[in-house]
């Protein structure tokens, strides 16, 4: 498998405790700045994948939503602003935020990986786009058994994600 596009959640997976939290008071996990430093020498596309309800409610300005994650490292970021009932086509699970990557950027989805903490939403996004779905057990507590999906490789954090992705990219 060569792998040229990884896809990684924030809030959980990065950091923090799977709920949003404000750009200050962000932190990510111990680990993940060398961890993206090993995709990037891979010569691997690191994307910021994301759910975030408070840039429309206005809690949180895009831009500088976007400027903080590109300062972590991201290669870009394709953020879904909107609340679950506003019914759009990029919130995840939804395939949106895949199909605006995808008219960026020139990968196949059988060669891209989603990183998250979510199987509600990033596990499932993965499943429906048959892109490979790394899930972390930082963040959200949720039970695997509730959710009936394939291709889903299980890690403790988003530091071990990468590493078995640099590992196993031929």
């Known amino acids: 498998m060569t792998i040229t596009t990884v896809f990684i959640d924030r809030d959980g997976t990065v950091g923090g405790d799977g709920h949003f939290k404000m750009i200050e008071d962000f932190k990510p996990y111990t680990g993940f700045d060398e961890a993206i430093r090993k995709l990037k020498k891979s010569k691997i596309a690191v994307y910021c994948l994301t759910n975030q309800t408070h840039i429309n409610s206005g809690d949180i300005d895009y831009e500088k939503f976007k400027k903080s994650m590109m300062e972590l490292g991201f290669d870009d970021v394709f953020v879904c602003p909107h609340i679950e009932f506003e019914n759009c086509e990029c919130r995840k ?3 949106g935020l895949i199909t605006q990557a ?7 989805n059988e060669s891209a990986i989603i990183i998250g903490d979510s199987y509600k939403s990033d596990m499932q996004l993965a499943t429906k786009e048959n892109i490979l ?18 291709n889903i490789i299980e890690t403790k954090d988003v530091a071990s994600a990468c590493t078995w992705i640099v590992r196993n990219n031929c």
């Open 133 to 150: 779905g790394i899930h972390v057990a930082t963040g959200r507590k949720e039970v695997r058994n509730d959710y009936h999906l394939d």
């Open 93 to 95: 699970p939804k395939s």
């Open 102 to 108: 995808h008219k960026k950027y020139n990968f196949s």
